[in-house]
T-cell receptor
Framework: DAGVTQSPTHLIKTRGQQVTLRCSPKSGHDTVSWYQQALGQGPQFIFQYYEEEERQRGNFPDRFSGHQFPNYSSELNVNALLLGDSALYLC????????????FGPGTRLTVL | GENVEQHPSTLSVQEGDSAVIKCTYSDSASNYFPWYKQELGKRPQLIIDIRSNVGEKKDQRIAVTLNKTAKHFSLHITETQPEDSAVYFCAASNSGGGADGLTFGKGTHLIIQP
């Protein structure tokens, strides 16, 4: 039973560029949430996808967008990268109907130069 | 929106002693309170969670208590071991049907001294 997976592991971009991060949820899960974790801080909620729609959104600008596919996997897109976007991006999967626990993937470390 | 405060930011205890980490939340509608352990360079791992219809939950050496009136919840680790050294995060959400976005505290770096 595969857990939550994310790709790539690490990514280096320059200011102004765009990036796409990917997440595959745990088997049996249908909901994906994305979090940004800056160094030394707790994760901050970006948004959540269920049934291919954004269901909730945290306090992030619309440079951050996402998508969920019919197989429940998800992408996080960040446009016009800023230095402050450097962080560990975590996705978490869960099951919508059971208000279940969120399980985290290993994260993608994004560095913006 | 929800705000979660976590204390202390660093906690150093002797191996075998107990450790207590405390969190407060602001939104009285919050009803789900998980605790995650994150080792350096690793993903956050759920260690225990509690829902608002329960006051206390225990799993071996780990326990969580919840005081809804005070909007306060705590993590208790007994008989600490070297492998308990990590950063611990508390979180809160209003889990009203879907698995809502979690609001995290800033974390507690737990150091177990041999």
């Amino acid at each position: 039973d595969a857990g939550v997976t994310q790709s790539p592991t690490h990514l280096i971009k320059t200011r102004g560029q765009q990036v796409t991060l990917r997440c595959s949820p745990k088997s049996g899960h249908d909901t994906v949430s994305w979090y940004q974790q800056a160094l030394g801080q707790g994760p901050q909620f970006i948004f959540q996808y269920y049934e291919e729609e954004e269901r909730q959104r945290g306090n992030f600008p619309d440079r951050f967008s996402g998508h969920q596919f019919p197989n429940y996997s998800s992408e996080l897109n960040v446009n016009a990268l800023l230095l402050g976007d450097s962080a560990l991006y975590l996705c978490a999967s869960s099951k919508w109907t059971s208000s279940d626990t969120q399980y985290f993937g290993p994260g993608t470390r994004l560095t913006v130069l | 929106g929800e705000n979660v405060e976590q204390h202390p930011s660093t906690l150093s205890v002797q191996e075998g002693d107990s450790a207590v980490i405390k969190c407060t939340y602001s939104d009285s509608a919050s009803n789900y309170f998980p605790w995650y352990k994150q080792e350096l360079g690793k993903r956050p791992q759920l260690i225990i969670d509690i829902r608002s219809n329960v006051g206390e939950k225990k799993d071996q050496r780990i326990a969580v208590t919840l005081n809804k009136t005070a909007k306060h919840f705590s993590l208790h680790i007994t008989e600490t071991q070297p492998e308990d050294s990590a950063v611990y995060f508390c979180a809160a959400s209003n889990s009203g049907g879907g698995a809502d976005g979690l609001t995290f505290g800033k974390g507690t770096h737990l150091i177990i001294q041999p």
